[in-house]
């Protein structure tokens, strides 16, 4: 029975929009339906991050948007949850700002939401469920999962962080890493695969390098997990986010290279290509070491494509490391970087370093990096031209072409001279590269 609509604003990673489809799950089994607009919506949650100040900024932004909504349906339930919350007082002084919030939680929790839920409907009192034990994880209970997507499905496999970058907060607000049973994670992959339409698989961890090192007796290293998944029957790719460097194995590079499901896009920050930055950021490699292990991936994965995350202006950045992170760009020709200005977190260690750049050293940098990275992904596009890539997803049919996507989420416009299902992979001989397009023929 419908009870009400229900409407989620999703911030940061997919660890979040992960989260967000277990939230939709819990509604969902208390009969209430999703809503395309907030506007219309009797719960609206609001799924925050607080990777950045950015991200802050837009979550309590758009926060204040509820109070029009719940002054026109008085009944409407404000929910807020994850990363943000879990700092220590900002439920209190959002609560504060924002009176009209009903229930609180934090990104530990998330399977609880649905008592939280009811308690609040049985006593009609603001809930304040944040937990004050950050390690504490509710996600060992499993939940209804609504999923996004109808081809492509997150499987978790690790939970938190125990990295400690100085710059993030990650580990503050999401507490220890816990890795996930191999056989529940192996169960969960299966299930999806037989239901037949989720094709592309993504194991979810803050570092896979590190799945398993928390378990005791375990001998399932992330590299066989990954290899014993590629093993399943049924056609289907699986991919992974992300990967720390520092943990990163030639025995992971063997298994990708070697098994034909896994996915030959790799997502491996860097975040400097500076030795001096990279201490500071206490990231436990350099960058000769990762300069390594990008040159053994070149050399035994065939159609590679990397991607990083990149961090510029971070404290006592001088002139010099920004042209180390420069020219490492140059030097491995990433087909895409995410490039982020730094920002101070309350309570990580690089917040008391000495050497804060001003904003508009961190502005020009950024500007600097973007442009010389755009290039560098033009070309990488240009340079697939002729090119034959495997695994091509057919997400679409449209009226003259059929809607492509490569292994690294570009898309391809696919020529119509064949029947092609959409929901399949092919392999697409590239034949042009222009307004932002990849154009094929499927072989
Ligand atoms: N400032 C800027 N970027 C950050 N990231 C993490 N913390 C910060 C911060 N304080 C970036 C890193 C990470 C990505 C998810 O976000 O590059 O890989
Ligand atoms: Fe945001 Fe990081 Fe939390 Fe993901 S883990 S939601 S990116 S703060």
Do not use: W
């Not at 607000?173 to 993504?202: C, F, M, N, Q």
């Amino acid at each position: 029975m419908q009870i009400g609509n229900y409407y989620i604003f999703t911030y940061g990673c997919q660890m979040n929009v992960h989260e967000s489809e277990k939230l939709a799950g819990i509604l969902e089994e208390r009969g209430y339906v999703h809503c395309e607009k907030p506007e219309d919506a009797d719960v609206l949650v609001y799924n925050t991050c607080c990777i950045r100040e950015g991200a802050e900024q837009r979550a309590v932004g758009n926060i204040g948007n509820a109070k029009p909504i719940k002054k026109k349906n008085p009944n409407l339930i404000v929910a807020v949850c994850g990363c943000m919350t879990q700092q220590k007082n900002v439920a209190n002084n959002l609560k504060k700002k924002f009176p009209f919030i009903n229930i609180v939680f934090g990104a530990n929790n998330v399977e609880f939401f649905g008592e939280y839920l009811d308690l609040f409907l049985k006593q009609r009192k603001y809930q304040n469920k944040i937990l004050e034990d950050k390690n504490y994880q509710s996600n060992t209970r499993s939940v209804n999962i609504v999923r996004d997507d109808k081809y492509s499905a997150y499987v978790n496999i690790t939970y938190g962080c125990n990295n400690f970058c100085t710059y993030c907060i990650v580990p503050y607000v999401r507490g220890r890493e816990i890795s996930r049973p191999a056989e529940e994670i192996y169960k969960e992959v299966k299930d999806l695969i037989e239901i037949g339409h989720y094709k592309i698989i993504t194991l979810l961890g803050q570092n896979v390098n590190s799945y398993g090192n928390d378990l005791k007796d375990n001998k399932v290293t992330f590299p066989k997990l990954l290899e014993h998944i590629a093993n399943f029957d049924g056609d289907f790719e699986i991919r992974f986010m992300s990967s720390h460097p520092k943990d990163l194995s030639d025995e992971l590079i063997d298994v990708i290279a070697r098994n034909k499901k896994i996915s030959k896009a790799i997502h491996l920050p860097v975040q400097s290509g500076s030795n001096n930055v990279l201490k500071l950021m206490n990231r436990n490699y350099t960058r000769e070491k990762y300069l390594d292990i990008i040159k053994k991936m070149k050399e035994k994965i065939p159609n590679l494509s990397l991607s990083t995350d990149i961090i510029v202006g971070f404290v006592g950045e001088t002139e010099q490391d920004f042209q180390d992170t420069v020219n490492l760009i140059k030097e491995v020709k990433f087909s895409n970087a995410y490039i982020f200005m730094y920002s101070k977190r309350k309570g990580t260690v690089a917040e008391k370093m000495e050497g804060h750049l001003p904003l508009e050293v961190k502005r020009e940098r950024i500007h600097k990096l973007l442009e010389i990275q755009k290039e560098i992904t033009n070309n990488h596009f240009v340079n697939l031209i002729g090119t034959i890539q495997e695994n091509v997803f057919v997400e679409d049919e449209k009226q003259t072409f059929y809607l492509g996507k490569t292994q690294c989420g570009k898309v391809v416009k696919i020529k119509k001279d064949k029947q092609l299902d959409s929901g399949s992979f092919y392999s697409v001989k590239i034949t042009d590269y222009s307004g932002g397009n990849l154009y094929g023929e499927a072989l």
